[in-house]
């Protein structure tokens, strides 16, 4: 758990959508790669709607979706107060305003409880704590297999939630089962969004939407391609033309 701030010498300041966004991040511990920024591309928000993230960490996604979508009202939780003050800081510094509570997001603050949103977006843990050796740094294994079960992130989304709107979440492909099972618990309308490391490759990551009240029959969408080629040749990106555009211009991610 990381309670205190970061020291200004242990973090570093990464450009994220071709340096319309500039994150502060730590040296050491949970760094935010090419998964929030995914997140964020992929929530359908509109201007002038309200999106809440729950588990925000250092607040990534928040400042890449504030960037691509202009007049949103933005708040997320935090279980770990260094990271929520990260968080604040860096939507401060990308000129975005948002709300970041601190706690826990299956008993989160009466504030939260009281408001409800256009979109909620999550990138829950990845690991179960149970079948893995955890990180030496106790921040960045919470953020890779935090406690919270995957039921109770679902569970929080829906209830923050306006009627018909939309959860999206982010998440490896072994945790698929019970990610699609606690969807189904509480959310209707879902839609399923396999993430391709290259062509003819199993995915390792998946994105999941679902509707509060929604009816719509489930559909899966093909796969989206990351990386051209077969495989990794030479020390460069070699995201495909759409990734290239969604990481680096901030451009929308659509399911279909």
């Known amino acids: 758990m990381r309670v205190e701030p970061f020291d200004p010498g ?3 300041r990464d450009d994220f959508l071709g340096g319309q966004v500039r994150l502060w991040q730590p ?3 949970y760094r935010a790669g090419v998964d929030p920024v995914l997140l964020a591309a992929s929530v359908p928000a509109k201007p002038g709607q309200s999106v809440l993230e729950l588990g925000c960490g250092a607040g990534p996604a928040l400042c890449c979706l504030g960037a691509r979508v202009a007049g949103l009202t933005l708040a ?3 279980l770990q107060p260094g990271y929520a003050d990260l968080a604040r800081r860096n939507l401060r510094e990308n000129a975005r305003e948002a709300v970041i509570w601190e706690g826990d997001l299956s008993d989160p603050p009466v504030e939260m409880r009281q408001r409800s949103f256009d979109h909620v977006m999550a990138n829950p843990p990845y690991f179960d704590a149970a079948r893995r050796r955890g ?3 106790s921040g960045r294994e919470i953020a890779l297999a935090g406690p919270t079960p995957m039921e109770n992130w679902v569970q929080t989304a829906t209830r923050r939630l306006a009627p018909r ?7 490896r492909t072994e945790r698929l089962p019970e990610m ?11 839609e399923l969004l396999p993430l391709l490391p290259r062509e003819g490759r199993a995915p390792r990551l998946v994105l999941l939407r679902g509707r509060k009240e929604g009816r719509a029959d489930f ?4 796969g989206l391609i990351l990386h051209r080629g077969k495989a990794h040749e030479g020390d460069w990106e070699q995201y495909t033309e759409k990734l290239t555009e969604i990481l680096r211009h901030g451009r929308e991610l659509s399911f279909s």
């Open 180 to 190: 699609l099972a606690a969807m189904h618990r509480h959310l209707g309308s879902l």
């Open 219 to 222: 559909r899966f969408y093909p």
């Open 165 to 171: 709107g939309t959860a999206t979440f982010i998440q």
């Open 27 to 29: 040296r050491d511990g």
């Open 135 to 137: 990180a030496d740094d």
């Open 10 to 12: 242990a973090l570093v």
């Open 76 to 78: 997320g939780i935090e």
